[in-house]
T-cell receptor, first 113, second 113 residues
Framework: DGGITQSPKYLFRKEGQNVTLSCEQN?????MYWYRQDPGQGLRLIYY???????QKGDIAEGYSVSREKKESFPLTVTSAQKNPTAFYLC????????????FGDGTRLSIL | GESVGLHLPTLSVQEGDNSIINCAYS??????FIWYKQESGKGPQFIID?????DKRQGQRVTVLLNKTVKHLSLQIAATQPGDSAVYFC????????????FGAGTRLFVKA
């Protein structure tokens, strides 16, 4: 089955620690995205990538970093500079183009210890 | 379950009734709209989409209506079932000057058996 796999489902971070969230897709999509979801709010874009080895900041990129070394993988690192990292993180992918829906993984819940 | 969806508008319907979920979008230049369904602990699932050159589109048990004059989008679910209980949110795509998708906060649908 084609889809997007995020791991782990739950992740805990200690103060001063960087953590990396995994996102893999086998849909052969060129575009991939990372969103943060907080209670009662719409999804907010952290980073996106439209092609391998290239990515752009979204609306809330501070304290996060990404890489896109392979088409199917787009890991997100939450650095210690992100002061409020507790949230539900969603990865998505899509065919390139303005009129294409995004397909989402089942998310990673990050909490501070 | 996830805390996504706290403090959202809620709609409660009886099983078998029709549901109408509304969304006001923000940008008159948006030209593509999507409805997503998000169940507790899961990522959003694509339901249906519509382009700005249309005012109605039907799927299986779902219909999306677009009123560009008042920047309003609605999702109608026919014969609502318990499995339809979830958070529903709309998204609008701006294709001018690059990529931009704006997500609404969502509406929680409860289906009473």
């Amino acid at each position: 089955d084609g889809g997007i796999t995020q791991s782990p489902k739950y992740l805990f971070r200690k103060e001063g620690q960087n953590v990396t969230l995994s996102c893999e897709q086998n849909l052969n999509h060129d575009a991939m995205y990372w969103y943060r979801q907080d209670p009662g709010q719409g999804l907010r874009l952290i980073y996106y990538s439209q092609i391998v080895n290239d990515f752009q900041k979204g609306d809330i990129a501070e304290g996060y970093s990404v890489s896109r070394e392979k088409k199917e993988s787009f890991p997100l690192t939450v650095t210690s500079a992100q002061k409020n990292p507790t949230a539900f993180y969603l990865c998505a992918s899509s065919i390139l183009g303005a009129h294409q829906p995004q397909h989402f993984g089942d998310g990673t819940r990050l909490s501070i210890l | 379950g996830e805390s996504v969806g706290l403090h959202l508008p809620t709609l409660s319907v009886q099983e078998g009734d029709n549901s109408i979920i509304n969304c006001a979008y923000s940008n008159s230049a948006s030209d593509y709209f999507i409805w997503y369904k998000q169940e507790s602990g899961k990522g959003p699932q694509f339901i249906i989409d519509i382009r700005s050159n249309m005012d109605k589109r039907q799927g299986q048990r779902v219909t999306v209506l677009l009123n560009k004059t008042v920047k309003h989008l609605s999702l109608q679910i026919a014969a609502t079932q318990p499995g339809d209980s979830a958070v529903y949110f709309c998204a609008e795509n701006l294709s001018t000057g690059g990529f931009k998708t704006i997500f609404g906060a969502g509406t929680r649908l409860f289906v009473k058996a």
